[in-house]
């Protein structure tokens, strides 16, 4: 799977950061959408959704974003296994997709990370 994540979002950088160093990430393919090579258009995704949401891309082609995304890395993980079980369970999905959208909403306004902004073009 492909997961795309934004990678100068600090918040967002740290905690893809983490999922590299867990057991079963070499199952996932981690990819910097601010990076200079990142074409959405080329990988068949919408290039102003892909900077809203976390999208991941299954092995069939299939796109999942937000709180589905998320599912799918813990489910790689077997960590987090637990934590996707969990977050599968209606109620408890309502509540993590709730929070995943305030979450999105207020992540363009935290800072970028200022150091790795002279090669994107998503720094304004």
Known sequence: M???YDGLCPLCSREIDHYKKCRGAERIEFVDITSGDFDAVKEQLDPKAIHRHMHAKTSDGSVVTGVNAFIL?????????????????????????????VFARVRPLLPRRKRDCESSPYCE
């Open 2 to 4: 492909r997961l795309y």
């Open 73 to 101: 890395v813990w489910e790689q993980l077997p960590a987090y296994r637990w934590l996707a079980k969990i977050i599968r369970w209606p109620p408890a999905h309502w509540v993590a997709e709730v929070g995943y959208r």
